[in-house]
């Protein structure tokens, strides 16, 4: 009331600076209470009052960013409570990719909201109408609150443009982290743990640890270690072959959206799911794959597949689209297309959705088919299904003229896992869970199994088309990281005691050439794929993906392994993303 009073009146005893001072603390006071009730860090009972600084510092930026509205607008009650209501929503957004992923939100996904494709449908999915509908009221009430405050009237001329000037030189020198902001922050360094997002927002708030992580990831390429890298590629150099002069096989991959096996959890069994993929491992290479994903990111699973780049040796970067593809980057497409293959990607979602028409055209795709190439293909659940994605790779296949290298990416079993349209209820509960899961647990898991039930049957559909052609075909099929069911894992639990995070994901290399026999299972990473995929296809680079799939012969990868020439492997894989290596 005293800021409204003081907007609508501006008595002459109230200068603009003590009003300013006024609302500086009023914006202060506000932000610790809704930074102590919803801060991860501070919400248990005591936790804001046993460390107050901390409780301050995360409530900084709130103050910036409540000066720079204000300065704005010059309205101070709406200034104040469209930023209580945009940190509110932050706080929201990150408890949701908690529950979902383990993770709160980080600076790089903001760098996401840029590059949604389909105006953020795919995110809303998961927020309740209610929210959606509570959020819509709220920005309508302060809306309608700001067309009948009166502006500050002193806050105008040359005095708004030194607020602006001066808010301006504070944001930015606590954007840039430089002094005090730096020695402000350091008090806090006990708690904050640059290696992990998460132990951070627990310890130091959401704030804090958005802002120390954005000084922190400024990116910049690491400088490689050439003389090791020149060993390891010595080491590892291939004979002259002449493999180039073979039959060029039609190669096929198949990336599958959470495709896991959950006969991993406790209470399922083999025989209950993934009947296709079983039939088909059995005759194919197959085995355990560790990816850098879990839960989401499917463009880290994907990055390494297509690039044969581990993404452990550039642990700042969290979403590789953005930072590692800006410019043409050597890779699986474009050896093939070196060898005379057409390089085609397909996805039938946003062209635009994680920079994937950018990058994919950044490492060598020569067409990009994406939403708009599936017309009105039918959905399962939210999204075009497994089977619709099937039909696009068979029709593509069969018009090829030359020997095709085809990159699929499905959507339909992206989560969330329950309240999905086009769906059939019966067969939704007619889907295992394990005894004594209830509740939503059981409910989304059974979502999940309807929908990876489809990505089974579709794969077999797929495998059974490849051994009719005359033409040698390699299906490469893989699931990029586990789904995103936190509550399923800490209900029903691991065979192996592992947590989620610490389970693999399962891959197969069908050979339509191949003769059927058992096959052992063996396993590997994502980033040695391409080059265990190239050595099955008889393609010799005599460069990059020949010495990594020597390299991956000798290692042998499994929970929380180092790879056997760790320290080799980083640098040549720095100098590859750099363009160095060939």
């Not at 950044?362 to 017309?375: P, V, Y």
């Not at 004594?436 to 059981?442: E, H, I, P, T």
Request: proline fraction near 7%; glycine fraction near 8%; charge should be negative.
């Amino acid at each position: 009331m005293l800021l409204i009073r003081t907007a609508q009146r501006e008595s002459p005893r109230v200068g603009l600076a003590w009003a300013l001072l006024l609302y500086t603390l009023a914006a202060f006071a506000f932000g610790c209470g809704l930074v102590g009730w919803q801060d991860p860090a501070f919400v248990a009972e005591g936790a804001a009052w046993a460390d107050p600084l901390a409780i301050a510092i995360n409530v900084v930026p709130v103050v910036f960013v409540a000066l720079l509205l204000l300065v704005a607008t010059r309205r101070p009650v709406f200034s104040l409570g469209l930023t209580l209501l945009l940190l509110y929503v932050l706080y929201t957004a990150s408890a949701m990719k908690f529950e979902l992923l383990d993770t709160p939100i980080v600076p790089t996904d903001f760098v996401l909201l840029g590059h949604l494709g389909d105006g953020g449908n795919l995110l809303l999915h998961y927020v309740p109408r209610s929210a959606i509908a509570a959020l819509l009221l709220a920005l309508a009430f302060l809306v309608a609150f700001a067309c009948w405050e009166r502006p500050w009237r002193r806050l105008r001329g040359a005095r708004r443009l030194f607020a602006l000037a001066l808010v301006s030189a504070f944001g930015t020198s606590l954007l840039a982290g430089v002094r005090p902001w730096s020695q402000v922050y350091a008090a806090d360094s006990g708690d904050y743990l640059q290696w992990s997002p998460t132990e951070s927002a627990l310890h130091s708030g959401l704030l804090t640890t958005l802002l120390r992580f954005s000084w922190d990831t400024a990116f910049v390429l690491p400088e490689p270690d050439r003389a090791l890298a020149a060993q390891f590629m010595h080491a590892h150099a291939a004979p002259a072959s002449d493999a180039g002069t073979h039959e060029r096989p039609d190669i096929v991959v198949l990336q599958s959206e959470s495709f896991f096996d959950p006969a991993r959890l406790q209470g399922l069994e083999p025989d209950q799911v993934l009947p296709e993929f079983r039939r088909i491992a059995a005759l194919s290479r197959h085995g355990d794959l560790w990816v850098p994903a879990y839960g989401g990111g499917t463009i880290r699973t994907e990055f390494e597949v297509l690039s044969g780049i581990a993404m452990r040796y550039f642990p700042e970067v969290q979403h590789p689209y953005f930072r590692l593809t800006a410019t043409t980057l050597p890779s699986l497409p474009s050896v093939l297309a070196a060898h005379g293959y057409r390089t085609v990607a397909m996805h039938p979602h946003e062209r635009e959705f994680w920079n994937r028409a950018s990058a994919l055209s950044h490492l060598g795709f020569d067409e990009f088919d994406a939403g708009e190439q599936f017309g009105d293909a039918p959905l399962s659940g939210w999204y075009v299904s497994d089977e619709a994605l099937v039909d696009h790779m068979l029709a593509k296949l069969d018009a090829a003229q030359e020997p095709l290298f085809l990159f699929a990416i499905s959507i339909e079993n992206h989560g969330p896992y329950d309240g999905f349209p086009n769906a059939d209820l019966q067969r939704i509960a007619a889907q295992p869970v394990p005894a004594g899961l209830a509740g939503a647990g059981a409910e989304r898991l059974r979502g999940y199994l309807y929908h990876l039930a489809q990505a089974d049957h579709s794969l077999g559909r797929l495998v059974d088309a490849l051994r009719t052609r005359t033409r040698r075909t390699l299906l490469l099929f893989y699931g990029d990281h586990l789904p995103a069911l936190p509550l399923l894992y800490k209900g029903a639990g691991f065979d192996d005691g592992a947590k989620g995070p610490q389970q693999p994901v399962p891959w197969l290399l069908f050979d339509s050439a191949r003769a059927p026999a058992p096959a052992a299972a063996e396993s590997t990473a994502s980033f040695y794929l391409p080059a265990l995929l190239l050595a099955q296809a008889g393609i010799d680079d005599q460069g990059y993906f020949s010495a990594l799939e020597a390299a991956r012969r000798n290692d042998h990868p499994e929970r929380e392994w180092t790879p056997v020439e760790d320290s080799a492997l980083r640098a040549v894989m720095q100098l590859r993303q750099r363009g160095e290596v060939r």
